[in-house]
């Protein structure tokens, strides 16, 4: 059942355009997983700082853009927690997890919304070209504290493309389960 209602989400990253990564093709759904979250610890933390500076130099215009990144970034979280959710079922039918069929119901919810995926990269990408636009009004000053949160951004773009294409392969080697 999950299997027939992924297909149709997994094929949108079937048209995502390749760019250079600092990833290999060899590395694991779970490795590509991983440093998909270690960018995003960083990216919230370099969020964090900028919104401080920004806050005490009493910057407006930084504020509204870093209210746009925050935004991407809790949509890059939910994309995160669509792929956590195809973990436990990619563990499940490895035979890696011990997860009874409610707990592994639960678990996979995500996966079983037709347009979440969809839905969330559509927002993703009205945020990237609304980030892209507002660079420019950033006050020189802020260049200093932008430069890794915006760094970080782009690497959540790089992280994404190689993870959503393991994940369709993986996803296509993958028996249907129960959930």
């Known amino acids: ?19 250079p990564t600092f990833t290999t093709p060899s590395k694991s759904f779970d490795e590509l ?3 998909f979250m270690v960018i995003e610890n960083n990216r919230k933390t370099a969020i964090k700082i900028a919104e401080e500076v920004a806050t005490g130099a009493e910057s ?8 746009v990144v925050r935004e991407a970034d809790e949509v890059l979280e939910n994309i995160r927690r669509y792929f956590d959710a195809g973990k436990v079922m990619f563990d499940k039918n490895k035979g890696k997890s011990k997860l009874n069929e409610t707990d592994l119901h639960a678990k996979t919810e995500l996966l ?3 347009t979440y995926l969809n839905d969330e990269l559509i927002k993703l990408s009205a945020y990237y ?3 892209e636009a507002h660079v ?13 949160v915006i760094e970080l951004i782009k690497q959540s773009e790089h992280a994404l493309i190689p993870l959503g294409t393991k ?13």
């Open 136 to 148: 420019p009004d950033l006050p020189k000053g802020m260049n200093r504290v932008m430069r890794p």
């Open 129 to 131: 070209k609304s980030i």
């Open 167 to 179: 994940f369709r392969d993986d996803l296509e080697r993958t028996k249907p389960t129960s959930a």
């Open 112 to 114: 079983r919304k037709n």
């Open 60 to 67: 407006n215009a930084t504020l509204n853009f870093l209210k």
């Open 33 to 35: 997983l991983d440093e």
């Open 1 to 19: 059942m999950i299997l027939t209602l992924l297909c149709s989400k997994v094929l949108i990253f079937a048209s995502i355009e390749a760019s």
